[in-house]
């Protein structure tokens, strides 16, 4: 079964310091997509950043980046320079073609950027 | 601006009453989703639309209706059947394609009193 695992509830960063944010992935199709969202308190989902599975290099969108270990299943966002604005919940979601594109998603972890 | 309108933000719901919850995009996305989101937990797939006049249940579909007369729009109703629907619902709509991901609307909080 395809599943997307945050095990971190929570973490807590000083400002301008970089923070990783753990996800392992489960599925045995090996064409996939990972993605990482973020969700302030307002709610909405905002898209930071994708990495493909036959993708070579790790993405990076200005201060994210994906640390890709395609062996192991891991995806973790990385955020450099951590910002107040920072503070939300990340969601990492797997995108599979099982007929349709489905996106499933992982259980978050709540990042807490402290001045 | 392209993007998805989710309206009401909030709404507030008796207990037997059905409620639909309002889903548009101008992005001209063929795939539209329902999820709905609980403390705690991540995302889960209520229905999903690739195109118009066809839609299929997700993972707890059980409780809510669906429609998609236009390519446009993609409302959810919650039945009065559907037990502890108090959640905030998120609809999403897609390319369809593996890469592109989602793009999300803001979000409907519906609580029941």
């Known amino acids: 079964a395809q599943k997307i695992t945050q095990t971190q509830p929570g973490m807590f960063v000083q400002e301008k310091e970089a923070v990783t944010l753990d996800c392992t992935y489960d599925?045995?199709?090996?064409?996939?997509?990972l993605f990482w969202y973020k969700q302030p308190s307002s709610g909405e989902m905002i898209f930071l950043i994708y990495?493909?599975?036959?993708?070579?290099q790790n993405a990076t969108e200005g201060r994210y980046s994906l640390n890709f270990q395609k062996a192991r299943k891991s995806a973790n966002l990385v955020i450099s320079a951590s910002q107040l604005g920072d503070s939300a919940m990340y969601f990492c979601?797997?995108?599979?073609?099982?007929?349709?594109?489905?996106?499933?998603f992982g259980t978050g972890t709540r990042l807490l950027v402290s001045p | 601006d392209g993007g998805i309108t989710q309206s009401p933000k909030y709404l507030f719901r008796k207990e037997g009453q059905n409620v639909t919850l309002s889903c548009e995009q101008n992005?001209?996305?063929?795939?539209m989703y329902w999820y709905r989101q609980d403390p705690g937990q991540g995302l889960r797939l209520i229905y999903y639309?690739?195109?118009?006049?066809?839609?299929q249940k997700g993972d707890i579909a059980e409780g809510y209706s669906v429609s998609r007369e236009k390519k446009e729009s993609f409302p959810l109703t919650v039945t009065s059947a559907k037990k502890n629907p108090t959640a905030f619902y998120l609809c999403?709509?897609?390319?369809?394609?593996?890469?592109?991901?989602?793009?999300f609307g803001s979000g409907t909080r519906l609580t029941v009193v």
């Open positions: 999403a709509s897609s390319m369809g394609e593996l890469d592109y991901g989602y793009t």
């Open positions: 599925t045995s199709d090996p064409s996939y997509g």
């Open positions: 990495q493909g599975s036959y993708d070579q």
């Open positions: 979601a797997m995108s599979l073609n099982t007929g349709f594109q489905k996106l499933v």
């Open positions: 992005l001209n996305h063929d795939a």
């Open positions: 639309s690739q195109i118009v006049n066809d839609f």
